[in-house]
């Protein structure tokens, strides 16, 4: 069954109508503001009681409305404002739908008094639902309108249920008038709720837009303003206003936009902001922003919304972008004001193994104020991006082909490489018995040390410096006779003639060594078999290789550098000892360089300097106070002071 189609009664649809204008009472205060500012007020005093709906009063001392208007002008279409189509495209004022009061006299008791400057008394008329419900009553009043709006939504029971909180209401009422106010400096505004003597928000004629926003969003703001403006012809639109500096944040952005003097919402030139902001404030906050944009009218769409409240123009994303860049350039300009903060770590991150290392002046301040432009590589244990790229010429994870051993001359299956192995943790091991304290992540998991004899010397250097000894494998068992022989036939040895023959000198070595197989597998997991080959080497950071050329060398000090007779001195000369072994030093590398090509080998001891040991160092060194007096630890910048330069360039 079709319906039946009616017409719809007329204050049916007026109510309709006035339902889309005015949603809340903060819509109809920005109508009624607008009227006044239409009619040249320069007072405006707006009086709320229970935030809006029960009552609404907006005093203005404008030009006032003719005594023979009053009649219509609560009818929709009714304007003062626009006679022809034409008109609208050059329109100037706020009004021009004639709608606002029509509206408000739909779906509220409303009453108007209101005064010429010719006329000689003031007159007030009630109305409902468009009309007057008698003549205009001559009384008592100075030049101007005030319009009283009672029992806002009386008749629309659905909307006034909707609108459960007046206090919400009349914060948002008290917003309009606020952001009205800072728009219009040079006029005032007062915004109260009835019976109070005290305004919420009052402005006065002769306060700057500066003074407004104080008075609106506190000192807080006011003094980290910086003042923009800019023009641009092609566009056809000027902006300017007020914006918060670098200093300046809010959890939620505060973007008083007018565009054509009218209060709008763009969600496009807030994202744009937020986007230039973004790179200036720490993560989750936000600027406050006032911006007077006037655009050529004609190129105004101000009727896409009932409320006016969303508006588009022309060429809208150039013009936002023109209003982006200009925002941009003026907060970096400004940061000669700027507050520098310095964080060397951020909270929280303790260093493995280590205590928390922070500045006192970032414990001091401790100030939530991390800025994006701070968000850099601050942290030295941050990684780089090249960390995660592999290098053409990766350090042998097993390299086959150019081992060292192709440089050095050791008998052919010596040392293919060396592969990196996890020992088996001894079962014996507890739980209990690992010092977790001493755990880095790129080391095994140590074990308790009992000797005291380790333990004073862990206290003499510091504790980071001794390394547990995971295992590595060396592939092909590697005679410890041939490596001692290496060794005595370099010059390093310093041996000589009067030294004896070297070969009974290697024996010694080997049988030397072999005596203490036990507790060097034990203590630095150098192990040894029963043949007197050398089988396992520690593994002190994990992927790193040192160098085999050093090995022989390694092994002839072992025998002979090392004091084995006392506990602490055998400690640490093997400590030593394994410290030279595994440094990369410069002879060896000079040498790889001479030699043939400049290839992995070279490029590996390189990219494991820069990624695995200064990783390791970020953790795991401390260094003896003495590095930084003798220039082995040099500090060659700092972060805050290295931005401050170069945003002077
Ligand atoms: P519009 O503003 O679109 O013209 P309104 O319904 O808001 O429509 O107002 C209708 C007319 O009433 C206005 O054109 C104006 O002439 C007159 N008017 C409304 N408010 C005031 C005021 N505060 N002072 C003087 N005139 C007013
Ligand atoms: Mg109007």
Redesign the pocket.
Known sequence: MAGVIRRLDETVVNRIAAGEVIQRPANAVK??I???L??K?TNIQVTVKDGGLKLLQIQ?N????RRE?MDI?CERF????LQTFEDLSAIA??????????SVSHIAHVTIT?KTADAKCAYRAGYSDGKPKGPPKPCAGNQ??Q?LVEDLFYNVTTRRKALKSPSDEYSRIVEVVSRYAIHNSGKSFSVKKQGETVADVRTLPNASVVDNIRGVFGNAVSRELIQVGCEDQKLAYKMNGYISNANYSVKKCILVLFINHRLVESSAVKKAIETVYAAYLPKNMHPFLYLSLEIAPQNVDVNVHPTKHEVHFLHEDSVIESVQKHIESKLLGSNSSRTYFTQTLLPGLSVAGGSEVKTPSAAAESSDRIYAHQMVRTDCRAQKLDAFLQPKEKPPPDPEPAGPSSRVAVPEAAWPATKEMERPRKEQQQPEEVDEDLTAATMPKRRVIKLSSIKELRAETTENTHRDCEMVCVHTPAPLYDLAMLALDSEESGWTEEDGPKEGLAQYIVDFLKKKTEMLEDYFSVEIDQEGNLTGLPLLLDKYTPLMVGLPMFILRLATEVNWDNEKECFRGLSKECGMFYSIRKQYILEAELGEEQDAEVNSWRWQVEHILFKAFRTLLSPPKTFSEDGTVLQIANLPDLYKVFERC
Request: proline content about 0%.
């Open positions: 109508e009624l607008e009227n006044c239409d009619a007020s203005d404008g030009t006032g409305i208007d002008v009714t304007t003062s404002k004022t706020y009004g021009f739908r004639g709608e606002a009061l029509a209101t101007g309108t319009i």
